[in-house]
């Protein structure tokens, strides 16, 4: 009923910029929260940036000063502009969603998309 669909990984050098991408899809009534999690190899899931109820923003310390969360509304897609990439900032990067549809809300997750610093 709901697809996330992110973009935008890939292969970087050390202190290299990348932007993801995650759209939206569906029966969509109103977006609550939308936001970015990631998961490195033998770690567990962590959030790295979100928007929360009435706009504002979180972030996870390792990431502050270097990514910013926008979002276009119209769009119902939010991106993860990464600069000054670290190679610990490595991992499948995954798209999270509060979302209603007509009857009920639903916690969407998007496949992931690759994200890997190394020179």
């Known amino acids: 009923q709901v697809q996330l669909v992110e973009s935008g990984g890939g292969l970087v050098q050390p202190g290299g910029s990348l932007r993801l991408s995650c759209a939206a899809s569906?029966?969509?009534?109103?977006?609550?929260?939308m936001g970015w999690y990631r998961q490195a190899p033998g770690k567990q899931r962590e959030s790295v940036a979100t928007?929360?109820?009435?706009?504002?923003?979180n972030y996870t310390d390792s990431v502050k000063g270097r990514f910013t969360i926008s979002r276009d509304n119209a769009k119902n897609t939010v991106y993860l502009q990464m600069n000054s990439l670290k190679p610990e900032d490595t991992a499948v990067y995954y798209c999270?969603?509060?979302?209603?549809?007509?009857?009920?809300?639903?916690?969407?997750w998007g496949q992931g998309t690759a994200v890997t610093v190394s020179s």
């Open positions: 569906g029966s969509i009534v109103i977006i609550n929260a």
């Open positions: 999270n969603a509060d979302v209603r549809i007509p009857d009920r809300w639903l916690e969407v």
């Open positions: 928007f929360i109820r009435g706009g504002s923003t």
